[in-house]
């Protein structure tokens, strides 16, 4: 039996993608959460949670970006002018947040160090926002003539993609709140605690509000969920509605988790709510892909058509089995080595 090599790298591109939603979303949500911080000394615990993985994060947004170039070259030469702005406004908002990482600690005036503060959680909303927005613009779908680009500038910049680009900053500070759940204690875990539920409910919202709006994108979308505004195809609904469900119970368990008291007597532990928001968040995922499938540039070219060739992709693949393990195996590492609750001094840069 032939290898549907294509597929296969879909897949590996789906997972990078879903790894650095999840490993940098967290760190880029703890990063907004610090424009409330009441305190420095609350600010450099809350930054001392992601200061020892934040940069091994941003790698599986390489590895998308990467394998996208390698194993897509028509999707990558389609998505890249259709992107720009956004993509640069992204960029420059995860550069300048990696500055300001190591500035905010070493600033001694005040004013330059309510800067650099600015700067970080500044820059983690307009990563976050400008993610949002791209994926707004590739469900809303891109214009192609001639298997090149051949919209606008700002063909991406519409209510839609502005709905997902506040979704995904929701999200993420979701994602957020439960990393600080699970790496603090005391009054900051409080705090993080009601930050999850009132993200978990905006979350909740979202997801309906998106749900709804992706159906009046393209025909296709709701054909292939066996759902409209006005009818449901039971045939076609019934056997993908685990997913939509599976999210809607993990919002409800997440909720529960969230509202109980730390570390009680029959209460829920403090890693568990980090991985309820994993789920909600693969939930969504899959239910994307499942709208978008079979296209990588919706809804113009499909996997098949924008790969390239064989002998490319099975050399490559043969080098991403190789790697691929070693990345997470070196992730897992580093997540186990700084496991465990941040105490107030902690952090590389405290003195």
Same mark, same amino acid.
């Given at each position: 039996m032939a290898i549907d090599l294509p597929l296969i790298w879909a897949l590996i591109l789906a997972v990078g993608v879903m790894m650095y939603? &999840?490993?940098? +979303?967290?760190? &880029?949500?703890? +990063?907004?959460?610090?424009?409330?911080?009441?305190?420095?000394?609350?600010r450099n615990m809350m930054t001392a949670t992601v200061e020892p993985v934040w940069d091994g994060n941003e790698t599986w947004l390489i590895i998308g970006g990467g394998g996208l170039f390698a194993a897509f070259p028509t999707a990558y030469a389609i998505i890249m002018p259709a992107f720009y702005l956004p993509v640069l406004i992204m960029l420059a908002a995860l550069i300048f947040r990696g500055v300001a990482f190591e500035f905010r600690h070493k600033a001694v005036r005040r004013p330059t160090r309510l800067f650099w503060n600015g700067a970080f959680y500044g820059g983690s909303f307009t990563a976050a926002f400008s993610q949002g927005i791209m994926l707004g613009g590739m469900v809303q779908g891109i214009q192609v003539e001639g298997g090149a680009f051949a919209g606008g500038a700002f063909d991406w910049l519409t209510p839609f993609s502005l709905l997902t680009g506040i979704s995904v900053v929701i999200g993420y500070m979701l994602l957020g709140a439960c990393w600080l759940v699970l790496k603090t204690e005391g009054a900051l875990q409080a705090k993080a605690r009601k930050w999850g539920r009132m993200a978990l409910a905006g979350v909740a919202?979202?997801?309906?509000?998106?749900?709804?709006?992706?159906?009046?994108?393209?025909?296709?979308?709701?054909?292939?969920?066996?759902?409209?505004?006005t009818e449901i195809n039971p045939a076609r609904f019934l056997p993908l509605a685990p997913v939509p469900l599976a999210g809607m119970a993990l919002v409800l368990w997440l909720w529960r988790d969230l509202s109980m008291k730390q570390n009680k007597v029959g209460g829920a532990p403090d890693w568990r709510p980090f991985l309820l928001a994993a789920g909600i968040f693969l939930s969504g995922y899959i239910g994307l892909g499942v709208s978008l499938y079979p296209f990588i540039v919706p809804y113009e070219v499909s996997i098949w058509e924008a790969a390239a060739r064989n002998n490319a992709l099975m050399l490559m693949l043969v080098g991403a089995l190789v790697m691929l393990p070693i990345i997470l195996a070196y992730t897992a590492y580093v997540y186990s080595l700084f496991w465990g609750k941040v105490k107030p001094g902690d952090g590389y840069h405290a003195h």
């Open positions: 939603v &999840l490993l940098d +979303g967290f760190d &880029l949500g703890v +990063g907004m959460f610090t424009a409330v911080a009441e305190s420095e000394e609350e919202i979202c997801f309906l509000a998106v749900s709804f709006a992706t159906l009046s994108v393209d025909p296709s979308i709701g054909d292939r969920w066996g759902f409209s505004m």
